[in-house]
């Protein structure tokens, strides 16, 4: 269900950025639990949170996080200061339902 979307190539384009990211993982493959388990920092890396921000200040921008784990969000709310960040552990077409 889109109602009104159309896709530009650069967010100061955009009247209203949405950007999807997972949270933050390292796959380990020592073994089949540590494959099945994601581990690693909670954190969101330097050069995600840059990007992010680089969006986040062009334009309004709603964060779509999809929780498989805890996540450090503070830095990316926090920079979000005209923006939404959504924390969502449900599908994404639940997230769609809300947005559109």
Not at 44 to 53: A, G, I, P
Request: hydrophobic letters at 40%; a positive charge.
């Amino acid at each position: 269900m889109v109602h009104n979307v159309c896709l530009v190539d650069r967010p100061e384009q955009a009247d209203l950025a949405i950007v999807s990211i997972n949270s933050p993982a390292k796959l380990d493959t020592r073994d089949l639990l540590s494959a099945m388990c994601p581990s690693g920092s909670l954190e969101y890396d330097e050069k995600q949170k840059q990007k992010l921000k680089a969006v986040m200040d062009r334009c309004p921008t709603i964060v779509y996080i999809k929780m498989n784990r805890a996540s450090v969000i503070p830095k990316i709310a926090k920079d979000a200061a005209a923006s939404s960040v959504a924390v969502c552990g449900k599908g994404e077409d639940v997230f769609h339902k809300r947005v559109y």
